[in-house]
């Protein structure tokens, strides 16, 4: 099994900044790619930004400049710096890995984090 622990979620400014960070962890064989969602009330969960484990990178169009996803492979942890964060940010921010994990012989997973709450109020 694989678990991912999010950190950094909190209060901060409009305009202000914030990093969360994401840990794997478990009898992990490999991870393909990891994301980070963000469900705010009343929506739906939605993606934020992802990334490979090649450094490849997807974004969604509202963070497009502000928002920065990057990746430690050999600590499978991935990171997200927010910058010039804004009312609309404020969510519940849920980490996401596939990739494969070792058992009796190598299996796909899927997972996901606990969620962090970002919120971002004057």
């Known amino acids: 099994q694989v678990q991912l622990v999010e950190s950094g979620g909190g209060l901060v400014q409009p305009g202000g900044s914030l990093r969360l960070s994401c840990t794997a962890s478990?009898?992990?064989?490999?991870?393909?790619?990891m994301g980070w969602y963000r469900q705010a009330p009343g929506k739906q969960r939605e993606l934020v930004a992802a990334?490979?484990?090649?450094?490849?990178?997807d974004y969604a169009d509202v963070v497009k400049g502000r928002f920065t996803i990057s990746r430690d492979n050999a600590n499978n942890t991935v990171y997200l710096r927010m910058n010039s964060l804004k009312a609309e940010d404020t969510a519940v921010y849920y980490c996401?890995?596939?990739?494969?994990?070792?058992?009796?012989?190598?299996?796909?997973?899927?997972?996901w984090g606990q969620g962090t709450q970002v919120t971002v109020s004057s």
């Open positions: 990334i490979t484990s090649g450094g490849r990178t």
């Open positions: 478990g009898t992990i064989f490999s991870i393909s790619a």
């Open positions: 996401k890995a596939d990739g494969l994990w070792r058992d009796t012989w190598t299996q796909p997973f899927s997972s």
